[in-house]
T-cell receptor, first 112, second 115 residues
Framework: KQEVTQIPAALSVPEGENLVLNCSFT??????LQWFRQDPGKGLTSLLLIQSSQREQTSGRLNASLDKSSGRSTLYIAASQPGDSATYLCAVLWQAGTALIFGKGTTLSVSS | DTAVSQTPKYLVTQMGNDKSIKCEQNLGHDTMYWYKQDSKKFLKIMFSYNNKELIINETVPNRFSPKSPDKAHLNLHINSLELGDSAVYFC??????????????FGPGTRLTVL
């Protein structure tokens, strides 16, 4: 069964810390992997998409890596800010045109 | 703005009623989806349409009926609403193909509350 797991479920850090959010998935034959951000009561914002042939993607202070052989992806956030507080969702697409399978998310709280 | 839009944003209704949620995308995508986010915030696929054809139909009660009048629209009609239908429903779209295609973009969600 294709599943996505995110650990930890919640994380609290002081402002300025660098942090890593983890995502693991069963079945390494993925098509792509997306990281999303969801603010309370809001929709999903796509942060980064990594194709199966890529090892990492960067956008500003965010860096996402992909290791298919171990079934893992990490989202690295540099110099965290209170505005980064949100739930971060990892989602895997195993076949083009099919649905994303989501993890349950990591809720991040950055204190000033 | 290019985006995925949904209406209404909030929907409060009584048990037993019938309601519809509308979704439109102006991204030129050919595939659209309905996802449900339950009270524990877990997101799960319900339906997917590609070029107006149903391609994914997860184990969803047949009280839920999606309709795609054209590639840019995917509506969700729910009959005989039950308390357990209370959730946030997200519409998404993507362009199928290789490369950067298949990135899914989500609407703002519709929060359905059944009383």
């Amino acid at each position: 069964k294709q599943e996505v797991t995110q650990i930890p479920a919640a994380l609290s850090v002081p402002e300025g810390e660098n942090l890593v959010l983890n995502c693991s998935f069963t079945d390494s034959a993925i098509y792509n992997l997306q990281w999303f951000r969801q603010d309370p009561g809001k929709g999903l914002t796509s942060l980064l998409l990594i194709q199966s042939s890529q090892r990492e993607q960067t956008s500003g202070r965010l860096n996402a890596s992909l290791d298919k052989s171990s079934g893992r992806s990490t989202l690295y956030i540099a110099a965290s800010q209170p505005g980064d507080s949100a739930t971060y969702l990892c989602a895997v697409l195993w076949q083009a045109g099919t649905a994303l399978i989501f993890g349950k998310g990591t809720t991040l709280s950055v204190s000033s | 703005d290019t985006a995925v839009s949904q209406t209404p944003k909030y929907l409060v209704t009584q048990m037993g009623n019938d309601k519809s949620i509308k979704c439109e995308q102006n991204l030129g995508h050919d595939t659209m989806y309905w996802y449900k986010q339950d009270s524990k915030k877990f997101l799960k696929i319900m339906f997917s349409y590609n070029n107006k054809e149903l391609i994914i139909n997860e184990t969803v009660p047949n009280r839920f009926s999606p309709k795609s009048p054209d590639k840019a629209h995917l509506n969700l009609h729910i009959n005989s609403l039950e308390l357990g239908d209370s959730a946030v429903y997200f519409c998404a779209s993507s362009r199928t193909g290789g490369g950067l295609y298949n990135e899914q973009f989500f609407g703002p969600g519709t929060r359905l509350t059944v009383l």
